[in-house]
């Protein structure tokens, strides 16, 4: 049995039925994160992991032991909001020391504690600061600290970068990324940002409306998504996913049999572009974003097919050219009407 295990496991808000049924085995170690969009059920599944909601089907089993109903004080498990949830008048050093001290644990250990969390999240100068005097980025390793100090069996986050601007989030993110290869623990991350998901996870779980769609590590979903909605769900910019029917019949008869009446999927660094419009597919540019390390250029076809291209290099293309979009079939993804992957 693994590390922490869930079988069949069921949520219901009245008569919605919000998780449906998620089977996952969960490794000691391993980060793992749940990402999916707005409303999926990625929050409400950490919950009823930490055991702020009920469960209302299936079995929670932490080390082998049931863990279904037990109260979420007695589950050892840690969480990190995305609000912080600090107690304002209280210091750093009392925020980060308070579940020690109500478990009365002596205070030379809390001390102890508290000075080896706060030096791995570079807080010891921030000790006797209030939640205030802090920055965001400050105040959320702070709430991470106070996880820490309880050395849980494993840590759950919830979005705890969602507040943070872009720089300090992607800060952050390393800083966690580094703390879990520190301390090595168990560890379960909501995000909807799937450049987090990708960066920070060992394994992630793809959820959709109540139910997983795919686990598997970064790549592995990268390189074989098991429908067109991970596909497109991971990598920025999405997979372009381009009905057959909008391509001329020579990329069609390329296609295997299961992807009639499908879709071709092509990530947009397999798109490559030539100017002038004499290939099989001619396109016109719509727009260029030169980002510096790499430059995408949007391209429309006139069967309506438009694609994104990710060029590594700089281009003197610009919109208005006309371009010949070679597609490289070794590495499509071809979809049948239901959008399951047949072939890549
Ligand atoms: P987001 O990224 O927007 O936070 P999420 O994937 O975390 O979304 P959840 O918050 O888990 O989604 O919600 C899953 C579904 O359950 C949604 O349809 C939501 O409206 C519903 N839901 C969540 N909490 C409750 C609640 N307390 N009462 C009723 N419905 C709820």
Redesign the pocket.
């Given at each position: 049995m693994a590390y922490l295990q869930l079988q069949g496991i069921e949520k219901f808000?009245g008569e919605?039925r919000?998780i449906k049924g998620i089977d996952l085995a969960i490794e000691p170690g391993e980060f793992i994160v749940f990402v999916?969009p707005?409303?999926?059920?990625?929050?409400?599944l950490l919950r009823l992991i930490a055991g702020l909601e009920q469960i209302d089907g299936g079995k929670l089993s932490l080390e082998g032991r049931d863990i279904t109903h037990l109260p979420s004080s007695q589950r050892d498990l840690a969480m990190v909001f995305q609000s912080y949830a600090l107690y304002p008048h209280m210091s750093v050093f009392e925020n980060m020391s308070f579940a020690l001290k109500l478990a009365k644990v002596p205070a030379e250990v809390i001390r102890d504690k508290v000075a080896r969390a706060a030096d791995i999240l570079n807080l010891t100068p921030y000790l006797q600061r209030t939640p205030k005097e802090l920055s965001g980025g400050q105040r959320q390793r702070v709430a991470i600290g106070r996880a820490i100090v309880r050395a849980p069996k494993v840590f759950l986050f919830d979005e705890p970068l969602s507040n943070l601007d872009a720089a300090l989030r992607g800060q952050t993110r390393v800083e966690i990324a580094k703390l879990h290869r520190d301390l090595g623990a168990t560890t379960i991350y909501?995000t909807?940002d799937q450049v987090e998901a990708m960066t920070l996870a060992d394994r992630v779980v793809v959820l959709r409306d109540g139910q997983i769609e795919q686990v598997g590590t970064p790549l592995e979903l990268y390189d074989r998504p098991a429908n067109q909605f991970v596909a497109q769900f991971i990598g920025t910019p999405q997979m372009n996913v381009v009905p057959l029917e909008k391509l001329p019949p020579v990329v069609q008869q390329l296609a295997p049999a299961g992807a009639a009446g499908g879709a071709i999927g092509l990530r947009p660094e397999n798109v490559l572009l030539r100017p002038g419009g004499q290939g099989p597919i001619a396109g016109r540019v719509d727009l260029v974003e030169a980002l510096g390390a790499e430059t995408l250029v949007y391209v429309s076809t006139p069967a309506g097919a438009t694609l994104v291209a990710r060029l590594s290099e700089r281009t003197p293309l610009v919109a208005g050219n006309t371009v010949t979009l070679d597609v490289a079939t070794e590495h499509a993804h071809w979809f049948n009407p239901s959008g399951r992957v047949v072939r890549q």
């Open positions: 808000f919605h919000a999916g707005s409303g999926c059920g990625k929050s409400t909501v909807h």
